[in-house]
C-alpha cells in the first residue's frame, strides 16, 4: 500500500540556518502530496502541497519540489527562526490507490535556538 | 470563514465507559474524515464520508466504535466501550474538492 517516509527527529538548529526535512513516497498512483504543521494543542495546518511532477509548493519560507524520479518532496527553508519550531508532517493521496485518504508520515519534531 | 470545529477538545473517562466526539466541517465541504493520532505518530484514517454516506471505514474497529453523519453536515464519532489504547488525539478533517483537507483541533482523549 501506500506510505511516506520522512526523515525523524527531533531536530534542534539555530535560528537562521538552512532546514531540509527528507521525505520519500511509495504509491500505486499519481499522489498529490502535502507537507502539514502542527501546533501544540491545534490540529495540523496545511503547509503547502504540490499535485503534479516538477510542481513547486511554498509558503511562509519553506519549499518543496515534487520529484517523481526520485519520489521524493523534501521540504527547505532558507533560513529557519524560532517560531518554526513545530511538528512537520510529510503526507500523501492517492485517489488512483483506492483512497482518497491521507497517508502520514510520523512527523519530525523541529527545535529552533535564537 | 469558520475553520472545521471539534468539541470538546479534551476528555478523561474511565475504561469500559462510552465517549462521544463532534465535529462541524467547514461550510460547503462534502467529505469528512475523522482520523486517530496516537502519541509521536501520524494521523491515521478511520472513516471517510462523502456526504451522508461512509466510502471508507475499512480501519474503524467496528466492535466498538461507529459513527454517523446525518443530513451530510456535522459528524459524531462514538466509542463504547473505551478501552486503555483507545487513548489518542481524535481529529476531524473536510475538504471540498477531496484532495486538500482541512483538520480540526482535535480531541484529546485520556483512558484511565
Known amino acids: 500500500g501506500d506510505s511516506v517516509t520522512q526523515m525523524e527527529g527531533p531536530v534542534t538548529l539555530s535560528e537562521e540556518a538552512f532546514l531540509t526535512i527528507n521525505c520519500t513516497y511509495t504509491?500505486?498512483?499519481?499522489?498529490?502530496l502535502f507537507w502539514y504543521v502542527q501546533y501544540p494543542g491545534e490540529g495540523l495546518q496545511l503547509l503547502l502541497k504540490?499535485?503534479?511532477?516538477?510542481d513547486k509548493g511554498s509558503n511562509k519560507g519553506f519549499e518543496a519540489t515534487y520529484r517523481k524520479e526520485t519520489t521524493s518532496f523534501h521540504l527547505e527553508k532558507g533560513s529557519v527562526q524560532v517560531s518554526d519550531s513545530e511538528v512537520y508532517y510529510c503526507?500523501?493521496?492517492?485517489?488512483?490507490?483506492?483512497?482518497?485518504?491521507?497517508?502520514f508520515g510520523k512527523g519530525m519534531k523541529l527545535t529552533v535556538n535564537p | 470563514e469558520a475553520g472545521v470545529v471539534q468539541s470538546p477538545r479534551y476528555k478523561i473517562i474511565e475504561k469500559k465507559q462510552p465517549v462521544a466526539f463532534w465535529c462541524n466541517p467547514i461550510?460547503?465541504?462534502?467529505?469528512l474524515y475523522w482520523y486517530r493520532q496516537n502519541l509521536g505518530q501520524g494521523p491515521e484514517l478511520l472513516i471517510r464520508?462523502?456526504?451522508?454516506?461512509?466510502?471508507?471505514d475499512s480501519q474503524l474497529p467496528k466492535d466498538r466504535f461507529s459513527a454517523e453523519r446525518l443530513k451530510g453536515v456535522d459528524s459524531t464519532l462514538k466509542i463504547q466501550p473505551a478501552e486503555l489504547g483507545d487513548s489518542a488525539v481524535y481529529l476531524c478533517?473536510?475538504?471540498?474538492?477531496?484532495?486538500?483537507?482541512?483538520f480540526g483541533p482535535g480531541t484529546r482523549l485520556t483512558v484511565l
Open positions: 503526507a500523501l493521496s492517492d485517489p488512483q490507490g483506492g483512497s482518497e485518504k491521507l497517508v
Open positions: 461550510s460547503g465541504h462534502n467529505t
Open positions: 478533517a473536510s475538504s471540498l474538492d477531496s484532495r486538500t483537507q482541512y
Open positions: 464520508y462523502e456526504n451522508e454516506e461512509a466510502v471508507d
Open positions: 504509491a500505486t498512483g499519481y499522489p498529490s
Open positions: 504540490a499535485t503534479k511532477a516538477d
